[in-house]
């Protein structure tokens, strides 16, 4: 019981820190997409399952690319400026305002899941990534952009706690039954509206559960 409402009252608290962070017109992560993900987008598969979206600019890129993108988000005044932003562009994405923590996604149902900078705590991480795994069809695709450690001396954006950042060890760790494809820590230059300002470190992750398409 105590733990179930001490869930609730931290997923209102953060709740409302992302809706006061984006309760201004403009985008506080721009409206361009992540450049990794516009990097590696060849290698995805619809439906794609994008947590953690904020304001639309992943989730509607992938849409112009004639994707079918669900975006998941605590924040729902970040998804209606993600629905905004499709409209703009003339396309539309599936928005579900849900805290990842309870959110069940369907079994084997996605081609794709991106996670650009869903910096989770670890015990989040622990129940949402293996229902991630499983949320992908034999095939399916994994992508995944956060800053790791060495973010925390840059200044240049994310959280100041460790445990929300990742590394290439936490990545094997939490998702065991992913074939890594592509997983490195670089420093890379991450200019993304005034949230993400700079020279940055980050890993990259491109996981494929087993099994044929
Ligand atoms: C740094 S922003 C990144 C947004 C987007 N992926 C992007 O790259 O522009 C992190 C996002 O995670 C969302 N978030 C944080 N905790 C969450 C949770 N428990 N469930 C769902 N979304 C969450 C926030 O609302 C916020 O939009």
């Not at 998941?72 to 905004?84: M, R």
């Not at 994994?142 to 445990?163: N, V």
């Amino acid at each position: 019981m105590c733990a179930g409402r001490s869930t609730i009252l931290k997923s209102m608290s953060d709740q409302q820190f992302w809706n006061e962070r984006y309760a201004d017109s403009d985008y506080f992560y721009g409206t361009e997409p992540n450049s990794f993900l516009e990097e590696q987008c060849g290698v995805l598969n619809g439906p794609v399952l994008s947590i953690s979206e904020g304001e639309g600019r992943n989730g509607v890129f992938l849409a112009t690319r004639g994707l079918d993108v669900t975006g998941v988000d605590l924040s729902s005044v970040a998804l209606e400026k993600a629905e905004k932003l499709a409209e703009s562009k003339g396309v539309t994405i599936t928005t579900i305002v849900a805290d990842l923590e309870t959110f069940e996604p369907e079994e084997s149902h996605y081609g794709s899941i991106i996670s650009i900078s869903a910096h989770l705590p670890g015990s989040l991480r622990a129940v949402l990534y293996p229902r991630l795994e499983k949320a992908l069809k034999p095939g399916g695709i994994l992508l995944l952009e956060a800053y790791s450690p060495d973010q925390l001396s840059k200044g240049t954006g994310g959280p100041k706690d460790a445990d929300m950042l990742m590394s290439v060890e936490k990545i094997r760790k939490e998702f065991p039954d992913l074939e890594p494809v592509l997983l490195r820590e670089t420093e890379r230059e991450v200019r993304e509206g005034k949230g993400h300002t700079g020279l940055a470190s980050v890993v990259q992750f491109i996981g494929r559960r087993p099994g044929a398409k």
